[in-house]
């Protein structure tokens, strides 16, 4: 047979189990210098074991030049654009992370006295500070992990103020251009959901609006700007609409980098918003955390945040749990500390004018990828966008080309795909952010790269239809995939020497 010659350029790595072998290991010991125990007659023979089976073996070289060769496959924001809409993937300034990796604040616990923990409560005190004049709002809690649970947050926050004053009312309104997690939370508190059809301009439509609102109507969630890219301009109409019936007004603030330093929530009529900070201000994230969704609101909601609150005592800072109307802490300890920090570092870096620098950027940055796509990808709606800018598949499709397929080959491109077919609104989306941290010869090379894939469709849409070319698993059948995935490794019965 002819044999296979493994090479250092192969994209094929194999496992750590498949390089294991017997006898080798990464590390060495000194011997002990205490009397040697049998683990057996200390703990019992049911609780050891001699080896673990089929363990890999393997050296200390082995071990980093496997994981070091893995991480090369790896597409990183250090390696390029992430242009992901609705998630801000943004370059953060390696500064944040030294901060946060602060002796004093990397190893402080939740459990320490409140006299050894100052430092730490003087900074979720001045973040929350900040916050609130970013935001227009009264109040702020860091305790919600993530968007989604400052979402929940809020909405528990609306329903214990409307119950207080006899009725939390029965059913949310929420358009069809809110974050799909906003119809998921408003049911999670206890409420029917009703849907609201955007306007021809991707927007609420205020008659539409008036007409849904009624005495069981407690609060319209709405996300602004909204999924496709674009300020809700009626923002204030629409608040007017709500109060004039006693509801309240939540916001998704998930894009809220393209509103700090611009334009403040709370100064529009917003009753109470999240914040995603490891978005806006300064967290990588990705793969399930960790996040912040700091909640900001309004005097009227404050007595019911999450306790406990941060207090003044004298020159000391303290928790206050004597807070008969609050909802009850809705996350372990203060929140994730680690992400509090890199967002006020990030903010005190910046300064107000920074901050708004930023956001201008990233609102330029999506203008200009909508003017040099515009002519080659359908543009879903007219009015000029925010932060992100939304497209469609329609041009494409009649070629039997679909938003997935030009995604797949964006990768051979050597970048990483946008969101694919959401929001959902618009048919065959392609949904672009560039955030503030990319430079102009990045997205040009971003642009580029998808006018030539527009050309691709028109010239050899076979091309499209095949990719990804380039990458170490061509395309695969994605529906066996999440139906049947292989998710454990089996070690193959050793080969017969006649065999090799």
């Given amino acids: ?36 125990v049998d683990p057996e007659k200390a703990l019992g023979a049911g609780q050891t074991r001699r080896e673990i089976e089929d363990f890999p073996e393997v050296s200390e070289v082995d071990v980093i030049r496997h994981f070091t060769r893995l991480s090369t496959w790896n597409y990183g924001i250090d390696l390029g654009l992430f242009p992901l809409g609705s998630c801000t ?19 402080i616990h939740p459990y320490q006295p409140e006299s050894l923990s100052q430092g730490a409560m003087e900074i979720m005190a001045e973040l929350e500070r900040c916050l609130a004049e970013i935001t227009g709002m009264d109040a702020v809690t860091l305790q919600p992990a993530a968007g989604a649970h400052g979402e929940l947050t809020g909405v528990l ?10 009725n939390p009312r029965r059913k949310i309104i929420v358009p069809d251009s809110a974050h799909g997690t906003n119809p998921a939370t408003a049911m999670m508190a206890g409420y029917t959901v009703e849907n609201l059809k955007s306007n021809d301009l991707g927007v609420v439509d205020p008659e539409a609006l008036a007409r849904a609102v009624d005495e069981n109507t407690a609060a319209l969630m709405v996300t602004n700007p909204n999924t496709v890219g674009v300020f809700e301009e009626e923002i204030v109409k629409v608040c007017e609409i709500l109060h004039s019936k006693g509801a309240l007004v939540y916001m998704d603030g998930a894009n809220m980098n393209a509103l700090v330093g611009i334009s ?52 000391q800072w303290t928790w206050n749990y004597d807070l008969p109307r609050s ?12 992400v509090l920090v890199r967002a006020l570092a990030y903010i005190m870096a910046h300064g107000g004018p920074g901050l708004r620098r930023a956001t201008m950027d990233a609102v330029l940055n999506a203008n200009y990828i909508r003017r040099r796509l515009e002519a080659h990808y359908h543009l879903a709606y007219k009015s000029p966008c925010m932060h992100e800018v939304v497209f469609g598949d329609d041009h494409q499709a009649k070629r039997g080309v679909k938003t997935g397929d030009i995604a ?57 239809l095949k990719a990804p070319h380039t990458t170490r698993t061509a395309r695969v059948d994605e529906v066996s995939a999440a139906r049947r995935p292989v998710v454990r490794w089996r070690r193959e019965p050793a080969q017969s020497k006649a065999a090799d």
């Fill in 327 to 338: 909802i009850g802490r809705v996350r372990a300890y203060y929140g994730n500390f680690g």
């Fill in 1 to 36: 047979m002819e044999k296979k010659v493994r090479s250092h350029i192969s994209q094929n790595e194999p496992l750590l189990f498949e390089l294991s072998s017997p006898g080798k290991i990464g590390y060495q010991l000194p011997d002990l210098d205490v009397p040697a």
């Fill in 157 to 166: 926050l609306i329903r214990s103020l409307l119950e207080s004053k006899g």
């Fill in 89 to 107: 993937m943004k370059y953060n300034p390696r500064v944040n992370e030294l901060v946060a990796r602060t002796e004093g604040l990397a190893w």
């Fill in 408 to 464: 797949k080959r964006l990768i051979d491109y050597g970048f990483h795909p946008y969101t694919v077919s959401f929001p959902l609104i618009v048919h065959g989306a392609l949904m672009i952010e560039p955030t503030e941290t990319e430079s102009k010869q990045e997205i040009d090379l971003f642009c580029d790269s998808l006018i030539a894939i527009a050309e691709e469709v028109e010239r050899d849409p076979q091309m499209v």
């Fill in 264 to 315: 403040r929530p709370g100064d529009f009529g917003i009753d109470v918003m999240h914040l995603n900070l490891h978005k806006t201000f300064s967290t990588p994230h990705g793969g399930g955390g960790p996040g912040s969704g700091a909640v900001a609101a309004k005097k009227h909601l404050e007595p019911f945040l999450p306790g406990p609150r941060l207090a003044r005592k004298g020159s």
